[in-house]
């Protein structure tokens, strides 16, 4: 779960770590309130979305007075935000973050996240902040250091110090950094994170060190931990139809392509995105019913995918094992005659009570195409989308 910068600065302020003085104002009347209340000019004006690239695309501005202010906040909020991240369908602007404009001397990067490889948590420093760390790492490897960390030992002092150091900063702000290292990592750890990032941290023209921006992800299967987090979710900002599957229970993923995809197991769901590309299609989405899915559950997942303007052939590849290829059929079935689908329907099914689930779907009068394996449904869904062109 991604939450907005003002929120996760929220959470670094209860750990300690130092952020701008600032305010979220939802519309002009509480952008010039806040504009009022502080003391000084000028001010940074962010966009609260979640998507990186705001400057780029308009959604940050240093405002120098109140009228500025007046005309910058009323063009924003409500608007609509387009990054290289949104896509071509954005993200609304629903608040903005007013904050004191800084003196900044150096931009550094801080930031903690789950390293699968090696089964552990990394700590990723750089005297490069301000810009996106991949991209540093790519152009620089040399100027990202990560540091692994053993889960049942936790950050150590000695290795927040050695990673500062050798990214070349100053052995006279490495404590003063550390602290704010351990800190990120505490929170990190208490509030089950997947990302915890502050980019960039600043030391200012005063030798002060401060959270310019931040972004933290959560871990969704740990949310039932942390209702105070859970809460700060905000529903704008996501796929409405990955919203709608949440309800069910459904693993679904918005992608950019043209065919519709529900399998059971996430292996399987690669493998079948893997096929759709090998004949030339794409996949639009990402749709794991899992192993415990009821006819229920398959009805609403077909009602998402009918739902994506996108899609237009749906591929079904289904290995019965706990979820029934019987129940799929059924689910399938009672999807399409309430639906009223119109669109290509590949079937393929396979294992516990397949013969069933084939004669479900034989006597429904509806237009399935079956196929014998996943070699010949991605076949037919190639031929499908020829037919529609």
């Known amino acids: 779960m991604k939450i907005h910068e003002y929120q996760a600065k929220n959470l670094l302020k209860e750990y300690k770590i130092p952020i701008p003085k600032g305010s979220v104002a939802r519309d002009v009347h509480e952008s010039l309130k806040i504009w009022d209340d502080m003391t000084g000019i000028p001010v940074v004006v962010k966009a609260q979305v979640h998507s990186g690239g705001r400057g780029k695309a308009g959604g940050v501005r240093v405002i120098n007075s109140r009228e500025e202010l007046k ?11 387009y990054t290289e991240q949104t896509g071509g369908d954005g993200k609304p602007v629903d608040c903005i973050l007013i904050e004191e404009a800084l003196d900044i001397k150096k931009e550094l990067y801080l930031g903690f ?73 505490k929170l990190f750890i208490e509030k089950d994170c997947s990302l915890a990032e502050i980019n960039p941290l600043v030391i200012t023209e005063k030798d002060e060190i401060v959270a310019l921006d931040a972004k933290i992800n959560f871990d969704d299967n740990a ?79 077909l009602k998402i995918l009918v739902s994506d303007r996108d899609v237009k052939v749906i591929l079904i590849n289904i290995f019965g094992g706990i979820l029934r290829c019987d129940t799929l059929a059924t689910g399938v079935v009672e999807a399409a005659q309430h639906l009223n689908i119109h669109m290509p329907i590949i079937i393929r099914l396979e294992g516990t009570n397949v013969e069933e689930g084939r004669r479900i779907l034989a006597g429904s009068n509806l237009k399935f195409t079956v196929a014998r394996d996943m070699g010949e449904a991605a076949e037919k869904v190639a031929e499908a989308l020829r037919i529609r062109g």
Not at 71 to 81: C, K, N, R, W
Not at 143 to 155: A, K, S, T
């Open 223 to 301: 949310l039932f931990r942390h209702p105070d987090i859970a809460s700060l979710r905000d529903y704008n900002q996501e796929n409405p139809l990955e919203v709608e599957a949440t309800r069910y229970n459904l693993n679904y993923i918005k992608l950019k392509g043209n065919v519709g995809c529900m399998v059971n197991g996430a292996g399987l769901a690669m493998a079948t995105m893997d096929l759709i590309k090998f004949v030339g299609a794409e996949p639009a989405n990402f749709l794991d019913v899992g192993g415990g899915a009821t006819s229920k559950m398959i009805e609403e997942g």
């Open 71 to 81: 005309d910058y906040a009323s063009s924003l909020i409500g608007s609509i935000i």
């Open 113 to 185: 996240t789950i390293d699968r490889s090696h089964a552990c948590i990394s700590m990723i420093a750089s005297a490069e902040g301000g810009v996106e760390i991949e991209k540093v790492a790519l152009a620089s490897p040399d100027r990202v250091v990560v540091q692994n960390i053993d889960p049942l030992l936790g950050l150590r002092d000695f290795q927040v110090i050695r990673t500062l150091l050798k990214t070349g900063m100053h052995i006279k702000i490495v404590r003063k950094i550390g602290a704010i290292a351990n800190a990120l990592y």
